[in-house]
């Protein structure tokens, strides 16, 4: 699906487990798309404090709070041209969520601090490990947001859902490891193979590449 939904300016809500790999996908669709010159722009949502969250994504002004010396672009900005990645879009605080939905429909916003229009041209892909129709029934997301994002879905199953990517995945990593360490290769054996693929992998993409990186 990812060449057909590249081609499009359509939003993407990518849903999936922690550790399936929801920015490789996201990265994927700009790499695929007329934007890929452009930046690729990625914004944890539920890595901020709430009061840092609004200058992050849209800049501020200088003398906008302590600390601001000079003006700031934000993440859209930044984005101009190119993808912007809204991950863990679920964490987002219910405040921030009506200012998100008018950056997207408008493709302008205001800096903090500052009372002039900024506008950029950007494409929005966004992630969640949550369920945002849970969040919507109990109040948590607004609606007019979720069908904003959730123009185009992808769902990324875990791990366990597709054990035939498990060889793909550490025949990949194996050969990025032996680059790195400057190593002629690095094999594994059917037997071990044959384990990984009876594991569950709870952490998913994220989990089996750290059990292969230990080993």
């Given at each position: 699906?990812?060449?057909?939904?590249?081609?499009?300016?359509?939003?993407?809500?990518?849903e999936?487990a922690?550790?399936?790999?929801?920015?490789?996908?996201?990265?994927?669709?700009?790499?695929?798309?007329?934007?890929?010159?452009?930046?690729?722009?990625?914004?944890?949502?539920?890595a901020l404090?709430?009061?840092?969250l609004?200058?992050?994504?849209?800049?501020?002004?200088a003398?906008a709070?302590?600390?601001?010396?000079?003006?700031?672009?934000?993440?859209?900005?930044?984005?101009?041209g190119?993808?912007?990645?809204?991950d863990?879009?679920?964490d987002?605080?219910?405040?921030?969520?009506p200012?998100?939905?008018?950056?997207?429909?408008?493709?302008?916003f205001?800096?903090v601090?500052?009372n002039?229009?900024?506008?950029?041209?950007?494409?929005?892909?966004?992630a969640?490990?949550q369920?945002?129709?849970?969040?919507?029934?109990a109040?948590?997301?607004?609606k007019?947001l979720?069908?904003r994002?959730?123009?185009?879905?992808l769902?990324?199953?875990?791990?366990?859902?597709r054990?035939a990517?498990?060889?793909?995945i550490?025949?990949?990593?194996?050969?990025?490891?032996?680059?790195?360490?400057?190593?002629?290769?690095?094999?594994?054996?059917?037997?071990?193979?044959?384990?990984?693929?009876?594991?569950?992998?709870?952490?998913n993409?994220?989990e089996?590449?750290?059990?292969?990186?230990?080993?």
């Amino acid at each position: 699906l990812l060449p057909e939904i590249a081609e499009s300016e359509s939003a993407v809500l990518i849903e999936g487990a922690s550790g399936t790999g929801k920015e490789l996908f996201a990265r994927a669709l700009h790499n695929l798309s007329r934007r890929r010159a452009k930046k690729f722009v990625a914004i944890n949502c539920g890595a901020l404090p709430d009061n840092l969250l609004e200058s992050e994504l849209f800049g501020y002004k200088a003398g906008a709070f302590t600390d601001a010396r000079r003006d700031k672009p934000g993440r859209f900005a930044l984005a101009h041209g190119g993808t912007i990645f809204l991950d863990e879009i679920g964490d987002l605080p219910i405040d921030m969520q009506p200012k998100l939905l008018r950056a997207i429909e408008d493709k302008e916003f205001e800096r903090v601090g500052g009372n002039k229009v900024v506008r950029s041209d950007f494409r929005v892909i966004a992630a969640t490990n949550q369920s945002l129709e849970t969040m919507l029934a109990a109040g948590r997301f607004r609606k007019d947001l979720f069908y904003r994002l959730n123009v185009v879905s992808l769902h990324i199953p875990p791990l366990r859902e597709r054990p035939a990517d498990i060889a793909a995945i550490t025949q990949h990593f194996l050969a990025q490891t032996a680059k790195e360490a400057n190593l002629h290769s690095l094999s594994i054996d059917k037997a071990a193979e044959s384990a990984l693929r009876r594991c569950e992998w709870p952490g998913n993409a994220r989990e089996l590449m750290n059990v292969l990186e230990r080993s």
